[in-house]
């Protein structure tokens, strides 16, 4: 009788032990609340009816594992503190870097099953950025990954199983790049995934997606520099790379500005390196129609040289090996875009006031000027 009751109390004690990413994750038979609702209107972004400015981090990795997905879900309340509003995920991982380009995930079967565990952390993952007002860029299928999958019905089964999970969890505060790298010189396998023809194909995989995900914005991003465009028919997101020029029409998203340190010795810029970033950053904030997400081995890489990355976090200013991050970005956004809460940016009243000054100030002086 004593033996049972304790194996009862520890049964108990288990149970009430589920960790907040079991319970996320679906292990609860809960059914799905929609999230707030992602939309373009008029070439602008828009979440749950309002009109919101938005400021990405591109976290490629991010689904890697469940420890992973975790880190990055805890450091959600640094972004929005920061104005960063937008991350990036890939079910397909991209380049890990260092000491293995090839160590991230594939969250697909080889046959184009979308893989349970991934599938639970990607849902994990939106439904805390929904929580926060934030949206969740959805990358699909990677140069990296593609050619794990047996054939072209493979990939239309990857396509049509993530539109259909999304949907049927109710996950809108979303939208997806379905092939990120499209015509990828080196990379790319299969023939539906590059040129010649590129637009056609575009639009049908497009197409697959839409007829399970119809209320769901989608784009595919183009290999920079590439032959192949970056609109086709059936485009809603205009997704772009890089150094890609900023297109006039449009909402525009840069899912990967250039990135300027290296995975051997990640998250360290030299000042050149981090004046071209924030001056990639105010190209962005002039453009009301495009978003661009803040990319690095930083944040992407899977060990690199600092060996704990990839790294979500702020982290130090990037000056060297004991101060590596990213945090200039976050501050620079922070600074002139403002805090996030939900659907507004809000600056600093007293930092507005000093650079209101520092400006009157400075025409001042240039009017004394003989």
């Known amino acids: 009788m004593e033996s049972r009751r304790i194996v009862a109390i520890i049964a108990l004690m288990l149970g009430a032990c589920l960790t907040t990413s079991e319970r996320a994750a679906g292990k609860d038979d809960e059914p799905a609340q929609p999230t707030k609702e992602f939309e373009i209107r008029g070439d602008r972004p828009f979440l749950g009816g309002e009109q919101v400015d938005l400021w990405g981090l591109r976290c490629g990795n991010a689904l890697y594992s469940t420890a992973?997905?975790?880190?990055h879900i805890n450091n959600l309340d640094s972004m929005v503190a920061h104005g960063i509003n937008l991350i990036g995920v890939y079910i397909q991982g991209p380049n890990a870097g260092w000491p293995n380009p090839e160590a991230g995930l594939d969250g697909f079967?080889?046959?184009?099953?979308?893989?349970?565990?991934v599938a639970r952390r990607l849902e994990w993952l939106i439904r805390e950025a929904d929580r926060r007002g934030m949206v969740v860029q959805v990358g699909l299928i990677s140069p990296r990954k593609d050619q794990n999958f047996y054939n072209e019905a493979a990939i239309r089964r990857a396509i049509e199983e993530t539109g259909r999970f999304l949907t049927a969890r109710g996950l809108k505060n979303v939208f997806v790049d379905l092939v990120h790298e499209y015509d990828h010189p080196d990379r790319i396998d299969h023939e539906i995934l590059r040129e010649p023809d590129g637009a056609a194909k575009k639009a049908r995989l497009t197409r697959w997606f839409k007829n399970v995900a119809p209320e769901i914005e989608v784009g595919i991003c183009p290999s920079f520099p590439s032959e192949t465009a970056d609109s086709y028919p059936g485009m809603e997101?205009?997704?772009i790379e890089k150094d890609a020029a900023i297109p006039s029409e449009g909402f525009v998203v840069n899912v990967e500005i250039t990135r300027q340190d290296v995975f051997e010795n990640d998250g360290v810029?030299?000042?050149?390196?981090i004046a071209t970033i924030l001056e990639t950053c105010q190209r962005y904030l002039d453009a009301p129609h495009a978003v661009m997400m803040f990319h690095s081995a930083y944040s992407q890489g899977i060990t690199n040289k600092s060996g704990t990355a990839p790294h979500p976090e702020g982290g130090g200013y990037g000056t060297g090996p004991d101060d590596r991050g990213i945090r200039f970005y976050y501050d620079w956004v922070r600074d002139h875009v403002g805090r996030?809460?939900?659907p507004r940016h809000i600056k600093n009243a007293a930092r507005d006031a000093k650079d209101q000054a520092s400006q009157t100030s400075d025409t001042r002086r240039s009017e004394r000027k003989p």
């Not at 992973?68 to 880190?71: A, G, K, L, S, Y």
């Not at 079967?109 to 565990?117: I, M, T, Y």
């Open 340 to 342: 996030y809460e939900y």
């Open 68 to 71: 992973v997905t975790e880190r």
């Open 237 to 239: 997101v205009r997704i």
């Open 269 to 273: 810029f030299s000042p050149a390196a």
């Open 109 to 117: 079967r080889r046959d184009g099953r979308l893989k349970p565990d």
